[in-house]
């Protein structure tokens, strides 16, 4: 019989989707930027549920239309700021509740939505002029701590690349 190597006294143990959740230590950071996926979600309910009980003449003041005579594209705006604004709200809701049970999609799922609030920022910024710093500076935070060390290996994600890759390229 061969005898098992003995596990490393010192090796952490790595975080696994399948894990109990209260072996994985949860870093402060992951709660701060779930409860503000939370209240991003909040607050796109509430304007979710304020645009359909104000109905379309309020959805046509926030998607920024003046007025336009065609019934027809008016309700497609309409459709669409709410079919965004529903989305927001569920993308959000679900990355809170994933960072808090701190599963892997949950990052993913929050990284997705600040990229996309930065891409937002900069085309509101550069064709439109519209400026939105606190918006900016929120999705740079998220990503800065999504990406700190602690975080990322509490979910499980490396930043290292295999070492038989690490030459390969190079002439």
Request: proline share 5%; with cysteine; hydrophobic share 55%.
């Amino acid at each position: 019989m061969t005898q098992m190597p003995a596990p490393d006294a010192h090796a952490e143990p790595s975080p696994v989707e399948g894990t109990e959740a209260g072996s994985i230590r949860r870093p402060a950071a992951v709660t701060i930027l779930a409860v503000l996926q939370l209240i991003t979600a909040a607050a796109y309910g509430l304007i979710f549920v304020g645009l359909v009980v104000g109905g379309p003449p309020m959805v046509a003041e926030v998607a920024g239309r003046v007025m336009v005579a065609e019934d027809l594209i008016a309700e497609l705006r309409t459709g669409f700021v709410l079919l965004v604004l529903g989305g927001a709200f569920v993308a959000c809701l679900a990355a809170g509740v994933l960072l808090l049970r701190m599963r892997r999609l949950g990052w993913t799922i929050t990284m997705l939505i600040a990229g996309l609030g930065l891409a937002t920022s900069v085309y509101l910024w550069w064709f439109r002029g519209t400026r939105l710093e606190f918006w900016l500076l929120v999705q740079i935070v998220t990503v800065f701590y999504l990406n700190q060390r602690q975080v990322r290996h509490a979910f499980g994600i490396s930043g290292r690349r295999p070492a038989a890759t690490l030459g390969e390229g190079r002439g």
